[in-house]
């Protein structure tokens, strides 16, 4: 298999045309709401094991691209009030073409006969509302698709031979066939893909940086998919 690796929450910026949009929203961009805080940083460390790799550094507060075109939470409250012009425009310059871009990657890859291991990096927040997420590690796959739940079950157990004491589940705290881009991707491509969200806890950040330790952790376990390039 050949490690792609994304982080679609990568950052919070806003673009300068539309920041006048954001004018009293600089609490939210700081927070989970506008990005995944330590996603980057984790993202980063394991870019050395893909043989592709790419990040989103827009905020998902402008458009969410873990959402497929017409999703009711494509866009946030700051910018579901614009009109279609406008929001067409944010379309056409930063959702579709990161989307078009890991899109046609992937396609080149398949087209020349390799298996794609897709990974999109991810963290959430340690209480959402009144739940406490009860998980360090969320691996979410499509139990569906036989190849995907195979690689979660070694996965996790690598992870676990690297600290016993991680609590590690599947499709949790979201479920892996929700809306996003890997559940597009996986109707895009249905041979040869495999699409897995990694979900770490952010109690594990720091000022947007992910503990050593679980850093290491993880890309420990996931070096056994290493890409050649």
Known sequence: MNLLLTCEHAGNEIPDDYSSFFSG??????????????????????SRLAVFSQEYMISRLLVEPNRSLGHPQLFSEFTAPLAEAQKEQILDDFYLPYQNYIEEK???????????????????????????????????????????????????????????ELLVRYNYPYLGIDDGFTTYLRQKFPEQYLGIELEINQKYVQENKMKKRLKNVIFEALSNYKSES
Not at 25 to 46: I, N, Q, S, V
């Open 106 to 164: 992937i396609g080149s890859l398949i087209s020349e006969g390799k298996i794609i291991l897709h990974i999109s990096v991810h963290t959430f927040t340690p209480q959402l509302h009144d739940e406490i997420r009860n998980a360090d590690i969320g691996l979410l796959f499509d139990p569906a698709r036989k190849k995907e739940k195979e690689f979660c079950e070694k996965f996790r157990s690598d992870l676990l031979q690297q600290d016993k």
């Open 25 to 46: 929203a600089g609490e939210d961009l700081e927070t989970h709401r506008g990005y995944d805080p330590g996603a980057l940083d984790l993202f980063r460390e394991l």
